[in-house]
T-cell receptor, first 115, second 112 residues
Framework: DTAVSQTPKYLVTQMGNDKSIKCEQN?????MYWYKQDSKKFLKIMFSYNNKELIINETVPNRFSPKSPDKAHLNLHINSLELGDSAVYFC??????????????FGQGTRLTVV | DQQVKQNSPSLSVQEGRISILNCDYT??????FLWYKKYPAEGPTFLIS?????DKNEDGRFTVFLNKSAKHLSLHIVPSQPGDSAVYFC???????????FGQGTILTVHP
């Protein structure tokens, strides 16, 4: 009974393709995030949604478009994939986006490889 | 500009000994701090947190210490066990930020 689940776990695709990663949480949390773990291993926030509304967009190229159909889902669509997009992408959720309730629960990650 | 840094990429300790993982931050607006543990091919899982109004928080074998004047926090694991072998991330947040900022992680290996 996974709390935060994301699919697929692995994704290998060619440059220029468009791909999506899906994320769902069953914790009843209001806030969901996408993080990217880059080659230097830092976990960097990309987007944050609170109750389906975008609240954080951290200078991510507009080829990345998050979509939140409801507060339990936050999908990430990537257009025109580039080699530099290769990374591990983590979805996460938290009870709220403010204060001490920002403890985030993470999915298992999606390893994206662009060839 | 990395506001949260873990300067030791790896740490190796013997089972039963203390593991000390360190983390430094630069933003004085951060007011709470968390440690996450990550096994290969899994997402990070929350371990322990501390608010800036405290300088110590303990949970079983895990203790987090916060030194606000030095902008430094550390995680102590006593006694260390082989199952503690993982990557440990520290993270920091502020009540007005709406997000967590993570360090780059430290690989802990506990030898039997």
């Amino acid at each position: 009974d996974t709390a935060v689940s994301q699919t697929p776990k692995y994704l290998v695709t060619q440059m220029g393709n468009d791909k999506s990663i899906k994320c769902e949480q069953n914790l009843g949390h209001d806030t969901m995030y996408w993080y990217k773990q880059d080659s230097k291993k830092f976990l960097k926030i990309m987007f944050s949604y609170n109750n389906k509304e975008l609240i954080i967009n951290e200078t991510v190229p507009n080829r990345f478009s998050p979509k939140s159909p409801d507060k339990a889902h936050l999908n990430l669509h990537i257009n025109s994939l580039e080699l530099g997009d290769s990374a591990v992408y983590f979805c996460a959720s938290s009870q709220s986006s403010w204060g001490l309730n920002t403890e985030a629960f993470f999915g298992q990650g999606t390893r994206l490889t662009v060839v | 500009d990395q506001q949260v840094k873990q300067n030791s990429p790896s740490l190796s300790v013997q089972e039963g000994r203390i593991s000390i993982l360190n983390c430094d931050y630069t933003n004085s607006m951060f007011d709470y701090f968390l440690w996450y543990k990550k096994y290969p091919a899994e997402g990070p899982t929350f371990l322990i947190s501390i608010s800036s109004i405290k300088d110590k928080n303990e949970d079983g074998r895990f203790t987090v210490f916060l030194n606000k004047s030095a902008k430094h926090l550390s995680l102590h694991i006593v006694p260390s066990q082989p199952g503690d072998s993982a990557v440990y991330f520290c993270a920091a947040g502020g009540t007005s930020y709406g997000k967590l900022t993570f360090g780059q992680g430290t690989i802990l290996t506990v030898h039997p």
